[in-house]
């Protein structure tokens, strides 16, 4: 979309949060007024022309709501109803703690017989990471036990996990292991940010995708919290079974990630 009144106007400019931003504009300066165009409307259109004329690049950090309002000479509500509008584009995501970023390109997420989170990511130029944000043993339900081979009621290991690229939260996951062969799993994880790292401490480090099921539905509150959503995005669920090279189940896992930030491509 171009800007409404070429003439009048020049485009916001923004740069990325790595470098020092120029001297802000005279207030005002980048909007028309009287001319029947919604203020909020010209400066939504002036930084979707920003990126789409590769002036804002992906991954860019929009200056603050007061910077932004200080330079279109508007006040602060303008100022986000323009932000909300291009967030609903999905063209600018606000991450919480960080600010409000151009989005990023959906990472191309292959799912095969071998899927890591970290080298998927790292091959896409951005900087993976993952905490242990819960961990706990509980009785198997008829679900796991099936998927992990054990009676209804065994002890497993749930580890929960959410990871990261560049800072953005990409997935959150549970996993589940049987309780007595992956003893301090989750310690493991805790002081590694890896599950395949800590598999590999425990010697099961070569395992392997046996089965993958996706679906999608709307992201509740947690999701929406731990994968800072908006209310009304979706989620893809993948329930996955990997095993050993023997092909004994060794995790049962059930990741939710944000349908916007990842392409799957299911690899044959």
Same mark, same amino acid.
């Given at each position: 979309?171009?800007?409404?009144?070429?003439?009048?106007?020049?485009?916001?400019?923004?740069?990325?949060?790595?470098?020092?931003?120029?001297?802000?504009?005279?207030?005002?300066?980048?909007?028309?007024?009287?001319?029947?165009?919604?203020?909020?409307?010209?400066?939504?259109?002036?930084?979707?022309?920003?990126?789409?004329?590769?002036? +804002? $690049? =992906?991954?860019?950090?929009?200056? !603050?709501?007061?910077?932004?309002?200080?330079?279109? #000479?508007?006040? *602060?509500?303008?100022?986000?109803?323009?932000?909300?509008?291009?967030?609903?584009?999905?063209?600018?995501?606000?991450?919480?703690?960080?600010?409000?970023?151009?989005?990023?390109?959906?990472?191309?997420?292959?799912?095969?017989?071998?899927?890591?989170?970290?080298?998927?990511?790292?091959?896409?130029?951005?900087?993976?990471?993952?905490?242990?944000?819960?961990?706990?043993?509980?009785?198997?339900?008829?679900?796991?036990?099936?998927?992990?081979?054990?009676?209804?009621?065994?002890?497993?290991?749930?580890?929960?996990?959410?990871?990261?690229?560049?800072?953005?939260?990409?997935?959150?996951?549970?996993?589940?292991?049987?309780?007595?062969?992956?003893?301090?799993?989750?310690? +493991? $994880? =805790?002081?590694?940010?890896?599950? !395949?790292?800590?598999?590999?401490?425990?010697?099961? #480090?070569?395992? *392997?995708?046996?089965?993958?099921?996706?679906?999608?539905?709307?992201?509740?509150?947690?999701?929406?919290?731990?994968?800072?959503?908006?209310?009304?995005?979706?989620?893809?669920?993948?329930?996955?079974?990997?095993?050993?090279?023997?092909?004994?189940?060794?995790?049962?896992?059930?990741?939710?990630?944000?349908?916007?930030?990842?392409?799957?491509?299911?690899?044959?």
């Amino acid at each position: 979309m171009s800007p409404t009144n070429d003439s009048a106007v020049t485009p916001a400019t923004v740069t990325p949060a790595t470098d020092t931003p120029p001297a802000a504009a005279p207030p005002g300066e980048d909007v028309a007024r009287g001319t029947g165009v919604s203020l909020w409307k010209q400066i939504a259109e002036r930084i979707e022309a920003d990126i789409a004329e590769g002036r +804002l $690049v =992906a991954g860019a950090r929009l200056p !603050t709501e007061n910077e932004l309002a200080e330079r279109f #000479g508007v006040n *602060r509500h303008t100022l986000r109803r323009a932000l909300a509008h291009l967030t609903e584009r999905r063209l600018i995501e606000a991450t919480p703690g960080r600010g409000t970023f151009v989005k990023e390109p959906p990472i191309r997420y292959p799912i095969g017989a071998r899927t890591r989170f970290s080298e998927i990511v790292s091959r896409e130029g951005r900087a993976p990471s993952g905490r242990l944000i819960g961990s706990r043993v509980e009785p198997a339900s008829a679900e796991i036990a099936q998927a992990l081979g054990l009676v209804v009621g065994a002890a497993v290991l749930r580890i929960d996990m959410i990871r990261e690229a560049d800072g953005v939260p990409i997935t959150v996951a549970s996993h589940w292991y049987e309780a007595g062969r992956c003893r301090d799993l989750d310690l +493991l $994880v =805790a002081a590694t940010g890896s599950v !395949t790292r800590a598999l590999e401490t425990l010697g099961l #480090g070569d395992y *392997r995708r046996l089965e993958t099921r996706i679906t999608a539905r709307p992201a509740d509150a947690e999701d929406c919290r731990l994968l800072a959503l908006p209310a009304g995005r979706t989620v893809m669920v993948l329930d996955a079974i990997n095993g050993d090279p023997q092909r004994r189940p060794i995790q049962y896992s059930r990741a939710r990630f944000c349908a916007d930030r990842v392409q799957l491509v299911v690899k044959t």
